[in-house]
């Protein structure tokens, strides 16, 4: 069985890109905006899911609005041991209310 292709738009160039048997997963916040608990709970998920699918891309879309849901999505990222696990974390130049957290896997 051949891998899976795909095409995906480049975040930094936005030109189609096409990637053979890459694992990309999205977690979209704007439905739990105001639960705390949901919130951290959804992110641990996404992470967890990312480890477990060896998913090399996250998005997490916590939306434009007034900046607090992205400032909380960042601070959970910065936590230590989650630190560990991803390789880095990229804030969209052109999209205010998505970061993307990239994972390398050896």
């Known amino acids: 069985m051949l891998p899976?292709?795909?095409y995906s738009i480049d975040p930094s160039s936005h030109r189609r890109v096409r990637t053979i048997g890459d694992v990309k997963l999205k977690l979209d916040l704007h439905d739990i905006f105001n639960k705390g608990r949901d919130i951290d709970q959804a992110l641990n998920g996404i992470i967890a899911e990312a480890v477990a699918k060896?998913?090399?891309l996250v998005e997490?879309?916590?939306g434009k609005g007034s900046g607090q849901l992205k400032k909380r999505v960042l601070r959970f990222l910065d936590?230590?041991?989650i630190k560990q696990i991803y390789h880095r974390v990229?804030?969209?130049?052109s999209n205010f209310g998505r970061v993307?957290?990239?994972?390398?896997w050896k």
């Open 54 to 56: 060896k998913a090399t």
């Open 100 to 104: 993307f957290v990239h994972f390398r």
């Open 79 to 81: 936590q230590k041991h």
């Open 60 to 62: 997490i879309i916590p």
């Open 4 to 6: 899976s292709r795909t």
């Open 90 to 93: 990229e804030k969209d130049a």
